[in-house]
């Protein structure tokens, strides 16, 4: 009968190697290139090691676009900023074509555009023709930024064209400007009715010089909106309120004055 056998306690050296085994084993792992991690969900994963790339190792990174695009140096700036109508959160974008595909447009109540980028101002692009369009070329630095500015402005959204800072309040050479830059906007049709005079409010205008000559109707009259034709000569060769306010014709050389009557579009 063999003798029995007994077990014998590591000792020493025999205890550490066997304790090396698993230590060898994770060290070739990550020596392999793979490397233990926890999943979003919290579970383990393996992922590939690699060496970072020159973008992320530097730090910096660049906003991104309402489509989620990382924007470049150029794009950067004008910030817009507009709040809406319904109280719903203001928006921040870096393009016009960005403010235009915005969810809210068509509540948006006011829009701001603020320069972030390179000084001394210098235009850019289309920027160029807002400023000989606006001030005919006669501006350059903050006077030239002033104008790109409000020109982007009346380019977002305005939903009071005859209000304080609607298209009535501005001029005709700005309106131009505007109606030039967003073209594809979607009140491009608008800008470019006010900047040809096609499109007016109340007030008192030069059929010619101020106003296109056409045939005009009033878009939603008050009640007591009441509008007069006059002629060169200074007679009065028209008149009446809201009720025919449809069609009312404009000859070149006359005045035409209307008061609570709202917008007039030509026909």
């Known amino acids: 009968m063999p003798p029995a056998t007994r077990a014998v306690p590591l000792r020493g050296a ?39 790339s020159p973008s992320s190792s530097s730090g ?24 809406h109508v319904d109280n719903a959160p203001d928006i921040s974008r870096y393009s016009l074509e960005e403010v235009w595909a915005s969810t809210n447009y068509v509540r948006i109540k006011e829009c701001t555009v603020a320069y972030q980028g390179s000084r001394p101002y210098e235009p850019q692009g289309g920027e160029t023709a807002v400023v000989d369009t606006a001030l005919h070329g006669q501006a350059t630095g903050d006077a030239a930024l002033a104008a790109v500015l409000e020109a982007m402005r009346l380019c977002t959204r305005i939903p009071d064209e005859t209000g304080p800072e609607g298209f009535a309040a501005a001029s005709r050479d700005m309106l131009r400007a505007a109606a030039a830059l967003c073209p594809d ?32 109707a009033a878009v939603d009259p008050a009640e007591s909106c009441r509008w007069a034709v006059t002629s060169g000569t200074g007679a009065q060769v028209a008149s009446g309120g809201a009720a025919e306010a449809s069609t009312v014709t404009l000859d070149r050389g006359s005045s035409f004055s209307s008061d609570n009557c709202g917008i007039w579009r030509k026909m």
Request: aromatic content about 4%.
């Open 60 to 83: 910096a990174t660049r906003p991104s676009s309402a489509r989620g695009t990382t924007l470049a140096a150029e794009d950067l700036r004008f910030l817009i900023t507009c709040s």
């Open 185 to 216: 906007a979607p009140q491009g049709k608008i800008i470019q009715a006010w900047a040809s005079g096609e499109r007016f409010g109340d007030g008192t205008h030069a059929v010619g010089p101020e106003i296109a000559a056409g045939d005009y």
């Open 14 to 52: 025999s205890r550490g190697l066997i304790l090396a085994v698993p230590l060898l084993a994770a060290t070739s792992l990550v020596l392999g290139g793979c490397s233990t991690g926890s999943a979003p969900d919290g579970s383990a994963s393996t992922t590939a090691s690699a060496s970072p």
